[in-house]
């Protein structure tokens, strides 16, 4: 297999708490994370050469700033591989909408890479690499809905009811690091003690979010209408929970003109892994 193709799928936080902020800037945090059947598209393709290529929609970042050069790079490097590859990008998620899109990228070409170039590396191995390209990475990388700990590195995974989405980006662009670094980011909650679906669950990002974006608050406000309504991450993308495409389907079909949106179901396992297992 000298070519194929992999989703690089949405990621949802059902819910996001920021426990305290480690002397290195990162954040201590809880989060639920589960996986949506939609996502980027990426195609990777063999080459005797070392270098890599990454093609598509991927103008308006530089090479040095992407995320899915950033990862061949690493891979190449710690395995001394003497392949290279040409790396197509389909991108369908909204860039700073708290869905994954890069992280999610990353951990695609990690995954596809380690099979394309029989570099064998573990999903340990490949995590531990990811870590470095963002906290998000480990979570596409193990492929398993889970609770995420630490900086986000330490999963359990879990098995939660397969459901419906409809997920809206606002005309908003958010910055994962602006918000980190905001001094009004609540980082305070105490950590989970006992099972989490016995807790009261936020997000301690939306407060902040919804203060600096004014569109975010709008999203949540007009999804209420629905359902209950979370945001996602950082923002700026916010969800609702359905237990049928229909009902997904009809909140996306009465969707402001100026926001855009998508339905997708949940899944316990990354599209991107089940894919890859089926290539031999």
Not at 121 to 139: K, M, T
Request: contains cysteine; negative net charge; hydrophobic residues 40%.
């Amino acid at each position: 297999m000298t070519s194929f193709s992999l989703l690089a799928p949405a990621k949802l936080n059902l819910f996001l708490h920021i426990n305290g902020r480690r002397e290195d800037g990162y954040h201590e945090l809880e989060t639920l994370f589960t996986f949506l059947n939609y996502g980027d598209q990426l195609t990777f393709t063999l080459t005797e050469t070392t270098e890599i290529e990454v093609t598509g929609d991927t103008t308006d970042i530089p090479l040095k700033d992407n995320l899915i050069y950033k990862a061949a790079v690493l891979l190449q490097k710690h395995t001394n591989s003497l392949f290279g590859a040409k790396i197509n990008l389909t991108k369908i998620l909204p860039m700073g909408g708290g869905v994954g899109g890069g992280s999610s990228d990353a951990a695609s070409t990690l995954l596809a890479l380690n099979k394309l170039w029989q570099c064998q590396l573990s999903l340990s191995e490949l995590a531990a690499l990811g870590v470095q390209l963002g906290a998000d990475v480990p979570v596409f990388i193990n492929g398993k809905s889970a609770l995420a700990q630490g900086i986000g590195e330490k999963l359990v995974n879990v098995e939660l009811p397969s459901k419906w989405y409809c997920v809206v980006h606002p005309s908003e662009h958010v910055s994962t690091a602006k918000i980190f670094t905001h001094p009004d980011l609540k980082r305070n909650t105490p950590k989970l003690k006992g099972h989490w679906q016995q807790q009261t669950l936020a997000n301690d990002c939306e407060p902040l979010v919804k203060k600096l974006c004014p569109e975010v608050e709008k999203t949540l406000q007009w999804l209420l209408k629905y359902a209950p309504s979370k945001m996602t991450g950082t923002g700026s993308c916010c969800f609702v929970e359905f237990a049928t495409q229909k009902e997904a389907q009809h909140v996306l079909e009465n969707l402001p003109h100026n926001w855009d949106g998508f339905i997708a179901s949940s899944v316990n396992i990354s599209p991107a892994h089940t894919q890859l297992d089926a290539i031999h």
